[in-house]
């Protein structure tokens, strides 16, 4: 059994117990987490920390299969850009993908994370994957704006489908973004998430002009895909944003993680309200400065259930949720640190369906320990030198 203390436990659930006492198995199981009410005494073998210890943190978006696109990626150009970019570089068929993929799972340990929601369009981070400690939950990505394409597309989906199971990883379908998914393949989708109970993970209004191509067949967005594929030529709007405009496709039931939401507006957010009880709103700060130099306007996210990705080492400069947290607190200081840690470590842990196991100090759960260190105590923020230690 080990004994930790810090300046404050956070649980995982939205609480802060000043130097609370957190007792755990050997295997790193919590026995239980004790509030001292800020009145520690000394005991045996007690180990104490400055700082803030916390569960391990949920990265809810990632593509590991795009770390070998780490710094060949120009910032601030803007999402249609980021795409053509990552298309030119697809070629780059490097040797050592492998080991960027390992290297990217190492140091998302190091920073504390205990399981991530990936995308992937391929199998080449399976292997990764299945060598890691890290919980990893798939989400085999689809893409196809041409309905017609669609017997080829589920051929493919069923394939890599059966190169998880065999490693018995876990995974489900997911379609890429608003912008890049038929109606029929929406519906395979759906139908799929129906039976099997699975988490959609969409990429949502990441560009401005995301929402004029739905409104208006116009825009920076609609005229760079056109140039991909020219069956965009015959896109028609529908008139609305284009996040009611495919969740209308989506299943009502199924947990739905909404990637990016730098355009979303406060109408966009009634209306998904309206729609699911299930939606989780997953912010990914540091690659939309990457991207679009631009953030959400997270205050509109205040009381929404909010997750944390890191989006991949092509539009990241680090796999780091804390760094994540610490571009959120130094632009909105106005949102407490609790709701900042509860996003990162319990919301992530239910977007993926891994409350039970991890996200919180609860009897039996092996959650992971992290401390951070370097805290502003004064004003309870995060501080440029703020830094995650895995404790367990
Ligand atoms: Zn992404």
Same mark, same amino acid.
């Given at each position: 059994m080990r004994k930790f203390s810090a300046n404050y436990i956070f649980d995982g659930l939205g609480n802060f117990y000043k130097n609370g006492i957190l007792k755990i198995d050997d295997d790193g199981s919590i026995i239980e987490l004790i509030d001292t009410n800020g009145n520690l005494v000394e #005991?045996?073998?007690? #180990?104490?920390?400055?700082?803030?210890?916390?569960?391990?943190?949920?990265?809810?978006?990632?593509h590991l299969e795009l770390s070998y696109l780490k710094n060949k990626i120009k910032e601030g150009t803007s999402l249609p850009n980021f795409i053509s970019s990552v298309l030119e570089n697809k070629h780059l068929n490097i040797e050592n993908a492998n080991l960027e993929m390992k290297n990217a799972d190492e140091q998302m340990k190091r920073e504390g994370i205990v399981a991530v929601g990936d995308i992937s369009n391929n199998s080449s981070s399976f292997q990764t994957k299945i060598n890691s400690k890290i919980k990893y939950h798939t989400f085999i990505e689809l893409i196809g704006i041409d309905a017609n394409d669609i017997d080829k597309i589920e051929i493919f989906a069923r394939n890599i489908k059966k190169e998880a199971q065999k490693l018995n990883l876990s995974n489900n379908y997911t379609p890429h973004a608003t912008y890049s998914v038929s109606e029929k393949l929406l519906k395979f989708i759906t139908d799929d998430a129906y039976k099997t109970n699975s988490i959609i993970s969409i990429h949502n209004q990441e560009t401005e002009s995301e929402n004029e191509m739905f409104l208006a067949a116009k825009g920076e967005l609609l005229k760079s895909l056109q140039k991909i594929n020219p069956y965009y030529k015959k896109f028609k709007p529908s008139l609305f944003n284009s996040l009611p405009s495919t969740m209308i496709n989506l299943p009502k039931c199924n947990k739905t993680l909404l990637v990016h939401n730098t355009f979303t507006s406060e109408k966009d957010i009634k209306w998904v309200n309206n729609y699911t009880k299930y939606a989780y709103w997953c912010l990914c700060p540091k690659s939309n400065l990457f991207i679009e130099n631009k953030l959400p306007n997270i205050n509109l996210f205040a009381n929404e259930k909010v997750c944390i990705g890191t989006d991949s080492l092509a539009s990241n400069t680090s796999l780091s949720i804390l760094e994540e947290l610490k571009t959120i607190n130094f632009t909105f200081p106005n949102i407490d640190l609790v709701i900042l840690l509860k996003w990162a470590t319990y919301n992530g842990a239910e977007a993926l369906n891994l409350q039970d196991k991890i996200g919180s100090f609860e009897k039996g759960k092996i959650p992971g320990i992290n401390l951070i260190e370097n805290i502003n105590f004064t004003d309870m923020a995060f501080n440029e030198q703020s830094r995650v230690k895995v404790l367990f």
């Amino acid at each position: 059994m080990r004994k930790f203390s810090a300046n404050y436990i956070f649980d995982g659930l939205g609480n802060f117990y000043k130097n609370g006492i957190l007792k755990i198995d050997d295997d790193g199981s919590i026995i239980e987490l004790i509030d001292t009410n800020g009145n520690l005494v000394e #005991e045996n073998k007690l #180990e104490f920390y400055n700082g803030i210890i916390t569960p391990g943190f949920v990265n809810s978006h990632c593509h590991l299969e795009l770390s070998y696109l780490k710094n060949k990626i120009k910032e601030g150009t803007s999402l249609p850009n980021f795409i053509s970019s990552v298309l030119e570089n697809k070629h780059l068929n490097i040797e050592n993908a492998n080991l960027e993929m390992k290297n990217a799972d190492e140091q998302m340990k190091r920073e504390g994370i205990v399981a991530v929601g990936d995308i992937s369009n391929n199998s080449s981070s399976f292997q990764t994957k299945i060598n890691s400690k890290i919980k990893y939950h798939t989400f085999i990505e689809l893409i196809g704006i041409d309905a017609n394409d669609i017997d080829k597309i589920e051929i493919f989906a069923r394939n890599i489908k059966k190169e998880a199971q065999k490693l018995n990883l876990s995974n489900n379908y997911t379609p890429h973004a608003t912008y890049s998914v038929s109606e029929k393949l929406l519906k395979f989708i759906t139908d799929d998430a129906y039976k099997t109970n699975s988490i959609i993970s969409i990429h949502n209004q990441e560009t401005e002009s995301e929402n004029e191509m739905f409104l208006a067949a116009k825009g920076e967005l609609l005229k760079s895909l056109q140039k991909i594929n020219p069956y965009y030529k015959k896109f028609k709007p529908s008139l609305f944003n284009s996040l009611p405009s495919t969740m209308i496709n989506l299943p009502k039931c199924n947990k739905t993680l909404l990637v990016h939401n730098t355009f979303t507006s406060e109408k966009d957010i009634k209306w998904v309200n309206n729609y699911t009880k299930y939606a989780y709103w997953c912010l990914c700060p540091k690659s939309n400065l990457f991207i679009e130099n631009k953030l959400p306007n997270i205050n509109l996210f205040a009381n929404e259930k909010v997750c944390i990705g890191t989006d991949s080492l092509a539009s990241n400069t680090s796999l780091s949720i804390l760094e994540e947290l610490k571009t959120i607190n130094f632009t909105f200081p106005n949102i407490d640190l609790v709701i900042l840690l509860k996003w990162a470590t319990y919301n992530g842990a239910e977007a993926l369906n891994l409350q039970d196991k991890i996200g919180s100090f609860e009897k039996g759960k092996i959650p992971g320990i992290n401390l951070i260190e370097n805290i502003n105590f004064t004003d309870m923020a995060f501080n440029e030198q703020s830094r995650v230690k895995v404790l367990f």
